[in-house]
């Protein structure tokens, strides 16, 4: 009756390990995504402070012809 007991325990205790390894790899994948959002924005945003700065240079180099 001892080994039974045993097995369904150390079976339980590795459901249990598993369960909270997928809680962790959960939270993980969250804050991975708000920083691939994070750096997105921030990614945008140079793309347009750099989109600005080739427009005043564009006109500039226009202004000098």
Known sequence: MFWP???IALGFCGVA???VLAIKVFVEAQRLG???TRTT????????GL???????????????
């Open 34 to 36: 708000r920083q691939v």
């Open 51 to 65: 989109e600005r700065a080739a427009t005043g240079l564009a006109r500039t180099g226009e202004a000098l012809r």
């Open 17 to 19: 390990v598993l369960g």
């Open 5 to 7: 007991m045993l097995a």
């Open 41 to 48: 924005q921030e990614i945008n945003a140079a793309a347009e």
